[in-house]
């Protein structure tokens, strides 16, 4: 049985961007649904006993949408979890470099990150991702994300979904985005992530199942 794994801070440690209450319904209500329904879907089958991030890889190749979508929905919200913070500090070291040779500044990244998170049309995931040491910012659109695509490593994700914001912000997209880049977005994670994609320690990985 894959596991709903806890929130990495309390409910209210995102306020004001993110109110408690939204973390609430987030949590509890949507990412448990997801899981259940992969737990589900994947009831006596041995491939629910390996990890996450294979099980959404399989079910992509043998074209299973709704095994995937739920899947996908449960590992891209684990590493939302861990994408935010609420001690938040600006990042540095090597990431930081990379940041300014790849955008020019962490401001001209956080442009980019709004204006293709603000432009997804519907439900998706605005990423920072690395290929290699280089970076980029990509959307993805309903349970889609980007550890099916060869040599690329997430370092960061914003949620695009309403129920990410509509309780705080209503239909200011824009509003939210702006509040998690400048306040939620966890470097230090971001940090280990781009670490891991160069090959030092490991990239996040969504809790094991129990038997
Ligand atoms: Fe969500």
């Known amino acids: 049985m894959f596991q709903l794994p806890d929130l990495p801070y309390p409910y209210e440690a995102l306020e004001p961007t993110i109110s408690a209450a939204t973390m609430r319904l987030h949590h509890d209500k949507h990412h448990a649904r997801y899981v259940a329904v992969v737990n589900e879907l994947v009831a006596n089958n041995p491939a629910a006993r390996g990890p996450l991030e294979a099980l959404v890889k399989q079910a992509a190749i043998d074209g299973q949408r709704k095994l995937f979508n739920n899947a996908g929905q449960a590992w891209n919200h684990g590493f939302f979890w861990q994408s935010m913070t609420g001690e938040y500090r600006a990042p540095s ?26 432009g997804h049309f519907g439900s998706g995931w605005v990423w920072l991702v690395a290929k290699g040491s280089a970076l980029a910012v990509t959307t993805t659109h309903d349970g889609e994300g980007v550890i099916t695509e060869p040599g690329v490593t997430p370092l960061l994700v914003c949620d695009l979904w309403e129920h990410a914001y509509y309780l705080d912000h209503q239909n200011d997209r824009a509003g939210f985005l702006t509040g998690w880049w400048d306040r939620l977005a966890n470097w230090s994670f971001a940090e280990q992530q781009y670490a891991a994609a160069a090959g ?12």
Do not use: Q
């Open 93 to 118: 070291g090597a990431l930081l470099d990379a940041i300014v040779a790849a955008f020019g500044s962490l401001a001209a990244l956080g442009s980019k990150f709004k204006e293709e998170g603000g």
């Open 200 to 211: 030092a320690g490991s990239a996040w990985t969504y809790p094991a199942p129990n038997a």
